[in-house]
């Protein structure tokens, strides 16, 4: 009889101890594998642009990426109601509709006032393309440091710039010698 409580004490003790064992090890392992990830900081910032910076924790880039865009924001829509201002100042000489002319442009030609209208025109469509690079710089810079968030540098690591000067048949040469070390 006190075999039989042995073991069933026994059995009971492996079939309850061993899997939360097991179970407690496989959730330590998964949060240690999820700590920090790439693609969570690329579309974090294709969401709000900046987030996937915080998430990486450079903040300080929120500044740089929200200060570049009202600067490129500012000379776009400069630009174009330039660009606006112009191409109705060019219909109007081009329709007859002298009321609505412009006095401070009345010396300038017909010409250069459809040319300061293409010049304008041109700025804000670069913007336009300035802005998407901006943004896509954004993306780009929050998935690589998502990479290298949990890079480490040793102390082995080190670079040596040393000047050369070498002498040849054709003359003398100088340069730069880099050594690195590992």
Sequence with gaps: MKRVRDTSLALFLLIFTIPTQVYSQYNTDISAEKSHSANTALWKSAVIPGWGQVYNRQAWKIGIIYGGAAVITYIGVDNYRNAQKFKTEYIN???????????????????????????????????????????????????????????QINDDLSLLVTPSVEQSYLGISSGVTLQFKF
């Design 93 to 151: 000489r081009n329709s007859g509709n002298t009321a609505n002319l412009l006095p401070e442009y009345s010396n300038y030609p017909d010409q250069n006032i459809y040319n300061l209208y293409q010049a304008y025109e041109k700025n804000f469509q670069l913007s336009i393309i300035a802005g998407v690079a901006l943004y896509a710089l954004n993306l780009i810079d929050a998935y690589c440091y998502g990479h290298l968030f949990d890079f």
